[in-house]
């Protein structure tokens, strides 16, 4: 949707929204659309249940939104602030995300609003320990008894 604002008949400045999101107005309208559509929504969740949005680029990584996020921490989450960025933590479709992780490389789709868990934690698990749980336990139950 283009929001145009007009007094006295010229048009003095154009905002572009976008699913959601507003620009402020800048140069060009091409640079201002270019901008929206390859920024990403991320709606992000406290164990709390606390969320807050933000807006980041394709090629910020994990640690570059747990930087940016400890930097401006949102006024609602006071009760949940850690001491360092280091230990803050993003959970996307049940994975820990390790911090060069970029949300390019996750190819989630710009102009939408994707959701994750932010959770402090000092240290990610091992990224097989899950998968080797479940395998261990079929190679448990492998055998049977005929009588």
């Not at 800048?26 to 201002?32: N, P």
């Not at 640690?63 to 360092?84: T, Y």
Request: glycine share 8%; with cysteine.
């Amino acid at each position: 949707m283009l929001l145009i604002a007009r007094r006295g008949g010229s048009v003095d400045c154009i905002i572009l929204k976008f699913c959601g999101i507003f620009v402020e107005p800048c140069v060009g309208l091409l640079r201002c659309f270019i901008l929206v559509l390859f920024q990403v929504n991320l709606r992000l969740i406290l164990v709390s249940g606390k969320t807050q949005d933000f807006i980041f680029s394709p090629s910020d990584s994990a640690m570059d939104i747990a930087k940016h996020v400890f930097d401006n921490w949102p006024l609602g989450w006071e009760e949940e602030q850690v001491g360092s960025a280091s230990i803050l933590r993003l959970i996307f479709q049940g994975r820990f995300l390790h911090g060069s992780v970029t949300l390019g490389a996750l190819k989630l789709p710009p102009g939408r609003t994707t959701v994750m868990h932010l959770v402090a934690r000092e240290t990610l698990p091992e990224p097989n320990s899950h998968g080797q749980r479940n395998r261990e336990k079929i190679t448990e139950s492998n055998c049977c008894l005929l009588l």
